[in-house]
């Protein structure tokens, strides 16, 4: 309760004096001139949801690609505990993200965690937002190893 209380003070004083609540909490100070949304090509971080229904489906749309062209009939049917693990983690000078994790169901029966995250200005040609992904004991050739965790923040 003294913790809660004492922090709660120094963000307080923190933002009397001009921070955020967030860089008083331990983040790092981003001058606005070299935040992201004052590049030549604005991020604003108007990014969908962890849930919106085109996200899935792109990551449907890629997993079902990969595992036909690669290693099997693996195809992605549902997803569930859908939750977000973080939003712009790294600062507010890095392209924006929405990190995400879900609950997939395999045509196998199986669940698997899948880890992604929606990026902006990363689509095609830089006009829209993209999805990158990882599920759980499916990553073959190890490229987000051990376990999916370099698709998390």
Not at 61 to 79: I, Q
Request: aromatic share 12%; charged share 20%; hydrophobic share 40%.
């Amino acid at each position: 309760m003294r913790r809660a209380l004492l922090r709660t003070a120094l963000v307080s004083l923190a933002c009397l004096a001009g921070l955020s609540a967030a860089e008083a909490a331990g983040g790092r100070y981003v001058a606005p001139p070299d935040r992201a949304e004052a590049r030549i090509v604005p991020m604003y971080g108007n990014l969908p949801g962890c849930d919106d229904p085109a996200v899935l489906s792109h990551l449907s749309s890629w997993f079902d690609s990969r595992e036909a062209k690669f290693w099997g009939p693996l195809r992605a049917l549902s997803y569930d505990r859908i939750a977000q693990l973080g939003f712009r983690p790294w600062g507010a000078d890095f392209i924006p993200r929405r990190f995400c994790s879900a609950r997939l169901l395999l045509n196998n029966g199986i669940y698997h965690r899948v880890d992604y995250s929606v990026r902006e200005n990363l689509g095609l040609f830089g006009m829209t937002w993209n999805v990158n992904w990882c599920v759980a004991g499916l990553d073959r050739e190890r490229s987000y190893a051990p376990d999916c965790k370099m698709a998390r923040p």
